[in-house]
């Protein structure tokens, strides 16, 4: 069974009570809205980045599952520091956006 934490600092918090037997998985995806091309720069005024952090923190007793899409990129930096701190912390992997969807649905 698998339980979403509400927020980064839930599943930060809940990395550090499990420590050492804690492993984090880590799918961050950028993507401009549908009918985008970076070849148009004319284009790119008013477009909104989307950026999209999955983690998934396996502890010996429970999986917690934390997913956000921030479209502000000051809060993304915020999230992306939160996390990258988290990383050094807890062991910890980088996967692909398909590789952390096929681990979602094992669960």
Same mark, same amino acid.
């Given at each position: 069974?698998?339980?979403?934490?509400?927020?980064?600092?839930?599943?930060?918090?809940?990395?550090?009570?499990?420590? @050492?037997?804690?492993? &984090? %998985?880590?799918?961050?995806?950028?993507? !401009?809205?549908?009918?985008?091309?970076?070849? #148009? /720069?004319?284009?790119?005024?008013?477009?909104?980045?989307?950026? @999209?952090?999955?983690? &998934? %923190?396996?502890?010996?007793?429970?999986? !917690?599952?934390?997913?956000?899409?921030?479209? #502000? /990129?000051?809060?993304?930096?915020?999230?992306?520091?939160?996390? @990258?701190?988290?990383?050094?912390?807890?062991?910890?992997?980088?996967?692909?956006?398909?590789?952390?969807?096929?681990?979602?649905?094992?669960?």
């Amino acid at each position: 069974m698998m339980i979403k934490a509400d927020s980064l600092e839930e599943l930060s918090r809940l990395a550090k009570q499990a420590g @050492e037997n804690s492993w &984090l %998985l880590v799918s961050q995806n950028e993507s !401009y809205p549908a009918g985008f091309t970076l070849g #148009d /720069e004319d284009s790119a005024a008013g477009t909104t980045l989307k950026m @999209e952090m999955q983690l &998934l %923190l396996e502890t010996p007793e429970q999986n !917690y599952y934390f997913a956000n899409q921030y479209q #502000d /990129e000051e809060l993304y930096k915020e999230a992306i520091s939160q996390l @990258e701190e988290l990383m050094e912390e807890i062991r910890s992997e980088t996967v692909e956006p398909s590789v952390m969807e096929a681990r979602l649905h094992q669960n």
